[in-house]
């Protein structure tokens, strides 16, 4: 997917409730187990909520206890850009959807193998696809 443009992003963000806005663009972050995604089993996609990109798959999702979805890996490379964040006094590594820019939560290297990475997502910037014939 190209990377959107800044009035193609606009448009979007039009479509976002406060909520997503604020965790989308202004980097912020959804209560822990607050998201309904924590408890989907089905097998599918999670997308960028803004832009529809591709950012995790189903077998790769894990329940790794943070109160926030959480994956050992990502749809492919350049679904996700990642990026050091040092608001907190620990610096961490944030990660963008590729194709709009999305904050999308933070990776730590504390997840389960095959890759030791949990990716850490706000569910309220994802949207669940589930695969052909799933309800």
């Not at 909520?49 to 943070?66: Q, T």
């Amino acid at each position: 997917m190209p990377k959107l443009d800044k009035t193609e992003i606009a448009t979007l963000r039009s479509a976002l409730t406060p909520e997503q806005d604020k965790v989308a663009f202004k980097e912020g972050t959804e209560r822990p187990g607050s998201s309904g995604l924590n408890e989907e089993k089905r097998n599918g996609t999670y997308q960028c909520a803004v832009c529809g990109n591709p950012l995790f798959g189903s077998r790769h999702k894990y329940e790794s206890g943070s109160g926030w979805p959480s994956f050992f890996d990502t749809c492919g490379e350049g679904s996700l850009e990642t990026k050091r964040d040092f608001k907190l006094i620990i610096p961490r590594t944030e990660m963008h959807c590729a194709n709009c820019g999305a904050h999308v939560g933070h990776v730590f290297n504390d997840g389960p193998q095959p890759t030791g990475q949990r990716w850490c997502a706000n569910g309220i910037v994802l949207d669940f696809v589930p695969e052909d014939g799933e309800d």
